[in-house]
């Protein structure tokens, strides 16, 4: 028992420090002015109508999100899931900080713009990867999708395709219809969509290589 609870202790600041992360590239992907991630389009383009800020709107989805989850699900919902709550607040709270801290891109020449939207594809790959790894609580943006998932007997990368592109599309809708033009979604939104997920693979065969590397040295030793 004593040593388990220092590893959770451990995995629970994995998952925060991923949320951070993860919102830091949001708003980078956001700020480069290019598009933003598909997932948070919807949010973004309903922050363009009113009052409400980026992240309030990430809050507002996500639990969403979250609360579909539970007649989806039916039975299979656990009393643990409740636990995903929280994840909405923290990232919604994570993205306003960094969409205030860092600056906009949007007119300081094309190369900053690609340069801000990479780099935030790769933060928000390896805030993804480290909430897997944390293997603590799921984001109820991926966990409306394994539950769809689960309830058609789909794999997850299909309807996670599936979902992501009705984002865009009721984003891109609202966009249109009320503000008579196309804002939050662009060149940037396609890239983080076919980047982000080989980054968080390339990411966990990076780290799976890293941890095989003392154990390679360790049977040479012994060889010698």
Not at 121 to 126: N, R
Request: some cysteine; aromatic content about 8%.
């Amino acid at each position: 028992m004593s040593t388990l609870r220092p590893l959770f202790f451990l995995r629970i600041i994995l998952f925060v420090a991923g949320i951070f992360v993860m919102g830091a590239g949001i708003a980078l992907i956001t700020l480069a002015g290019l598009g933003t991630s598909p997932i948070s389009s919807p949010a973004y383009v309903l922050a363009l109508l009113g009052p409400l800020s980026f992240g309030l709107w990430t809050i507002i989805l996500t639990a969403l999100f979250f609360l579909a989850e539970i007649p989806i699900l039916g039975p299979a919902f656990r009393a643990n899931m409740w636990l995903q709550i929280g994840v909405g607040p923290a990232l919604g709270l994570v993205i306003d900080l960094f969409m205030a801290i860092f600056p906009a891109l949007s007119e300081r020449g094309l190369a900053l713009q690609l340069c801000g939207l990479a780099l935030g594809c790769i933060l928000l790959a390896l805030g993804i990867w480290m909430q897997i790894k944390a293997d603590v609580i799921i984001n109820p943006g991926e966990g409306i999708v394994k539950a769809i998932a689960y309830r058609l007997g789909r794999d997850f990368g299909s309807i996670k395709l599936i979902f992501d592109s009705s984002l865009v599309a009721i984003a891109a809708a609202v966009s249109l219809l009320t503000l008579g033009r196309l804002e939050g979604i662009g060149v940037g939104t396609l890239i983080s969509a076919v980047t982000v997920g080989p980054l968080v693979r390339l990411t966990d065969r990076l780290w799976q290589g890293r941890k095989r590397r003392p154990e390679r040295a360790r049977e040479v030793q012994r060889d010698a």
